[in-house]
């Protein structure tokens, strides 16, 4: 049996997503945990406009979650130490006959990171990819959702600050790594950026997820973060990244099409430089949920986006107090492609 994992383009059954629970480190107090949930709310009601969306609920929040939620948005119980979807749930591959796969990679706090906790989430791959009904790929490999980008052709983008982490897979080389990506998603042409953004690289980041810095809106183009103001450390990063782009090709072996999406105007906030970025929004059926954050460049993202997903509206949610705890939409969604042969629908726990 061969998986792959489509591009994110492609048809969905629904977005999953895990309601922040008191005391994660995006909601250790109760004012904390409502200006969180309240921004993972509206992304969820933006998507609902669109398909399905299902939220993991600890059961203790149970009661919580539908005070900021519609009765629309599906809840299933499991216990959380966080609400990092794309990172701690599972990734979801097809095979040939289009059957539903979820790869359940290790989960280790991005790491192994002193602030994080991972005793519940380390179980979430496959309590969800249960839940919606697929088979269960179980890999050794220490990875998390947003360390990966396809083109669903065979083409993977990821970085080497993570999956060549120490405190990832410190026995492994990338042709090791290559070879359980084949495996798991069906990757033929493996391209390694040098790291992520530099907010990311900093103690409460993931180290370097791609899904910050670039996007394969179609087989053949990137959609890359430029940051232009060179006061900003991620000026040369991104330069570094293009740079490495620029080299490269997609599974085919063509060059890429390489559409440049200038970062916000804003360079810092409270905690140091931001890592703010419009690359890391949400595809959905006919449309995509863009990061915004009240500057400037928002208008400029937002058409960069039109025009890269021809077809779909383009819906605008303020991001900022989710990048504030560490990530953007796509990094607390994550997409269930449709499958030929439904096996399975998640068990409403409300």
Request: proline letters at 6%; one cysteine or more.
């Amino acid at each position: 049996m061969s998986w792959k994992m489509p591009s994110e383009t492609a048809p969905q059954e629904r977005i999953w997503m895990a309601f922040p629970p008191l005391g994660a480190s995006i909601s250790a107090t109760p004012q904390s945990a409502h200006v969180a949930r309240l921004a993972w709310s509206a992304v969820a009601h933006a998507i609902l406009d669109f398909e399905p969306v299902t939220m993991v609920v600890d059961p203790i929040d149970r009661e919580a979650a539908r005070q900021y939620l519609s009765q629309a948005v599906e809840i299933v119980e499991a216990p959380l130490d966080d609400a990092w979807m794309r990172d701690i749930g599972p990734t979801f591959v097809r095979d040939e006959a289009g059957r539903l796969g979820a790869v359940d990679w290790v989960f280790n706090g991005w790491g192994g990171q002193d602030w994080a906790r991972w005793t519940n989430d380390r179980h979430l791959g496959a309590t969800v990819g249960g839940l919606a009904g697929a088979e269960v790929i179980a890999s050794n490999l220490v990875n998390e959702g947003g360390g990966i980008q396809v083109d669903g052709q065979g083409t993977v983008l990821v970085t080497e600050t993570v999956q060549l982490d120490p405190g990832r897979n410190p026995e492994l080389d990338k042709a090791a790594v290559e070879a359980e990506l084949a495996r798991t998603i069906g990757a033929e042409h493996v391209i390694w950026l040098p790291c992520g953004l530099t907010r990311d690289s900093e103690r409460f980041g993931t180290r370097g997820h791609v899904d910050i810095v670039a996007a394969i809106s179609a087989p053949g183009r990137l959609l890359v973060h430029s940051q232009s103001d060179r006061s900003h450390p991620d000026a040369r990063v991104t330069q570094e990244i293009m740079a490495v782009l620029r080299d490269s090709h997609d599974v085919d072996g063509k060059p890429w099409e390489i559409v440049e999406v200038p970062a916000p105007r804003v360079l810092r906030d409270d905690e140091g430089w931001v890592d703010y970025s419009y690359i890391n929004h949400l595809v959905v059926n006919d449309g995509v949920i863009c990061c915004s954050f009240d500057d400037p460049n928002d208008a400029t993202a937002h058409d960069i986006l039109a025009d890269a997903y021809p077809g779909r509206q383009v819906v605008s949610v303020d991001a900022r107090e989710i990048f504030a705890r560490g990530g953007g939409i796509h990094c607390i969604t994550q997409q269930q492609p449709a499958s030929c042969r439904v096996l399975g629908s998640p068990r409403a726990g409300g």
